[in-house]
């Protein structure tokens, strides 16, 4: 998919225009920044277009430029200030609405944006582009069959812009319509020949109906019309290992690396399939290097395990499934394969305890599935963990910001500090936020003291509590209520074992439980939303990971016609919303549904919902670091660097690793 309109700056220049009465120097300054912009030099136009509105700031065309130039400098934020500056001063001022609808697009506010195609499809209903561009909105939230009309419309006035016809062609994927999807690569392709994305989404299709021959003929055309376009490479690997040619997906996986050096997904791949050769070293190295990129990761240590069980390495392999097994307690194979190594290096005991807890599983498994398919994939003891990832997998145990500072941080991406919860410390170094700048209240003490237990504590960190202490310390509390408590607050408690043994779906119906004994309780709404989205992260890291789901390099772009489940953080933001409508004042509140809102890619939204724990809390350490990151993120490099500087000088270390790596951008 391409950027919204082709071309923006060009367009832009000719459809403004000064006043016959403008002033001398006016008329100049204006031309001197559309000059400027014709030739790309964005920052210069700026400055250019900044005397200007000294001189008369009145020139709604010069912030319509100025937003333009800020657009293509990805300033996201200034650009739609410039924007809407224009539309006030000029209220019918089609293509401000047009840009400013394009800007809050890329900025995911989705539904400003269609107000703002709406508005200047009202005033200029002939013009083409505004379609083209609505289309794309409604395609990334969603609207199909609406994005479907758009683009029809679209072509109706321009049937020569082949990108029109590849997004129609997505929309059709989504509604599982795969001819008309066929139809319209086809016709992209036809309509040029030259663009790499028609043959990537035609060959995917083709790949995804087992076509390999045709899949593989379409790769080879795109990498031959852009030999740097990584995806097409990737691509090819993936029909060739299908096709029982490894060493060519080798090759091919080299080519992304050599390219791409920090991608993941492709060091992945090639440890997999090396090691489906036997070169069992090499993949180690892949592997190796994978633990250090992702070291939250169920899946590189479960298969480097399996790798090492090939050498013999028994001892390491027993290592590594127990590492995969502590990031998801609920993997049966991790358990069977760790018996056999136990068993290999004599330890008997060990071998039947693991094997006695993988049938276990096994078995609650399968007799949950009756009742909920949304966690099938916990029963499937036979799925295969060791297939090939797609391009744009979700390939990561931490919560992260998609893309976020690539290419500056190394390839390991800055990730958003976690959620707060309560949940059960050590006293003597229990980790409130960050400890100089704790907030306290009353009512969050008040709580405490009503559960009564001496170790809970608010908190974002990981219980320091020992790994193999804590099913005891579940089991002493199920006791409890085996024994008859079921007090809302024992309900609270063994919600909070219960997510500390990473048991998520008993831990949200103990909270549940709790809720319903005790709904005008806020904190327990929190805790439910932090359980909630750590069991989502789990399952669609494990369940999408296999899923082939793109063919655009662009992860703003990352639109799939596969058939996965989808998996959102709707009820967590439900639960923090209560939260928030029972004690509106308490900063943590706003801060964890500022984080569900940017994992659900609501960006404007979670800046405004970091900005308000602010408020309450001026001391804040956590909610700068992310809203910097979330800034970052929008194209907003200054302030968002300006916020995780704040958060370093009030104790987030990690912050002056990011610092470091933006160090040398210069910010106007």
């Given amino acids: 998919m391409r950027r919204f309109v082709l071309p923006i700056i060009t367009l832009a220049a000719m459809l403004c225009s000064l006043s016959v009465q403008a002033q001398h120097n006016r008329e100049y300054y204006f031309w001197m920044g559309r000059s400027l912009m014709m030739r790309s030099d964005y920052r210069e136009a700026i400055r250019t277009l900044n005397t200007l509105l ?29 924007f809407s500056t224009a539309i006030e001063q000029n209220p019918v001022f089609t293509n401000a609405y047009t840009y400013r609808a394009i800007t809050r697009s890329r900025l995911g506010n989705y539904d400003d944006a269609l107000g703002d195609f709406r508005e200047a499809i009202e005033l200029r209903p002939d013009r083409p582009g505004p379609y083209y561009s609505r289309g794309v909105t409604r395609l990334l ?46 016709t992209a392709i036809r309509t040029n020949r030259e663009n790499p994305d028609g043959y990537n989404r035609r060959g995917s299709l083709l790949m995804e109906q087992k076509r390999y021959a045709e899949a593989e003929a379409d790769f080879d055309k795109a990498v031959s019309c852009d030999s740097t376009y990584v995806v097409s490479f990737f691509n090819r690997a ?3 290992s299908d096709t029982n040619r490894p060493m060519k997906a080798l090759g091919d996986f080299d080519r992304v690396l050599s390219i791409d050096s920090t991608n993941a997904i492709t060091y992945f791949n090639r440890a997999i399939v090396r090691a489906q050769i036997g070169d069992y070293h090499h993949s180690l190295e892949d592997f190796d290097r994978l633990a250090d990129y992702v070291p939250d990761n169920v899946l590189v240590f479960y298969n480097r395990a399996n790798v090492h069980a090939q050498l013999g390495n028994a001892q390491q392999a027993v290592a590594d499934y127990s590492r995969a097994i502590e990031l998801y307690p609920d993997f049966a194979n991790a358990y069977i394969n760790r018996s056999f190594m136990r068993a290999a290096l004599n330890d008997m005991r060990g071998a039947r305890s693991d094997r006695t807890v993988a049938d276990k599983k096994i078995a609650a ?11 099938s994939i916990y029963a499937d003891t036979a799925q295969r963990f060791d297939r090939l990832l797609s391009f744009d997998s979700k390939f990561s145990g931490a919560v992260k ?41 009353q009512r969050a003490d008040d709580f405490i003291g009503r559960v009564g237990n001496p170790l809970l504590t608010i908190t974002a960190e990981r219980s320091n509590i020992d790994t193999d202490s804590l099913p005891s310390v579940d089991r002493a509390v199920a006791e409890r209520i085996k024994r008859g408590d079921t007090e809302w607050t024992t309900l609270f408690e063994r919600g909070v074992t219960q997510a500390l043994i990473k048991q998520y779906t008993s831990s949200v119906t103990s909270y549940t439980s709790a809720i319903d004994a005790n709904p005008a309780n806020p904190f327990l709404y929190m805790n439910r939303a932090t359980t909630r989205a750590e069991m989502i992260d789990f399952i669609s890291s494990i369940d999408n990971s296999y899923r082939r789901i793109s063919i655009d390099s662009d992860p703003a772009n990352r639109l799939d016609g596969g058939h996965r489940r989808t998996y959102d953080y709707e009820e967590a ?41 602010i408020e309450l809390n001026p001391s804040f350490a956590e909610a700068y670091y992310n ?29 002056y690793e990011v610092l470091k790596n933006y160090s040398q951008i210069k910010h106007e």
């Avoid at 969603?142 to 679209?154: G, K, L, P, S, V």
């Fill in 627 to 655: 809203r910097g990151l979330v800034q970052i993120f929008m194209k907003d490099t200054r302030k968002g660097i300006l916020d995780i500087s704040k958060a370093g000088e009030l104790g987030i270390e990690r912050a």
């Fill in 141 to 186: 939230n969603r609207q199909f069959d609406e994005a479907i009309e758009d683009f029809n419309t679209f072509i109706l006035y321009e049937k020569k812009v082949s990108e029109a016809y590849l997004n129609r062609g997505i929309c059709y994927l989504y509604l599982k319509d795969t001819l008309q999807a066929y139809e319209n690569f086809d």
């Fill in 365 to 375: 498994y399968k007799a949950r599935l009756k009742s909920d398919s949304t966690y």
């Fill in 573 to 613: 933001i439900e639960d923090m919303n209560k939260a928030i409508k029972l004690y509106a004042d308490y900063p943590y509140f706003w801060y964890n549904r500022a984080n569900l809102q940017a994992l659900s890619g609501r960006l404007p939204e979670a800046f405004a919902d970091y900005s308000r724990a």
């Fill in 238 to 240: 993936l029909v060739y």
């Fill in 401 to 441: 910001l998609d893309r976020l500072a690539r290419g500056e941080t190394g390839g390991r991406e800055p990730a958003l500090l976690p959620m707060f919860g309560f949940t059960l410390m050590k006293p003597d170094t229990a980790a409130v936020a960050t400890q100089t700048y704790a907030y306290r209240s």
């Fill in 54 to 82: 000294r001189v008369d700031e009145d020139a709604y065309e010069a912030y319509f430029l100025r937003g333009i130039a800020k657009y293509n400098l990805d300033d996201l934020i200034g650009a739609e200030a410039d």
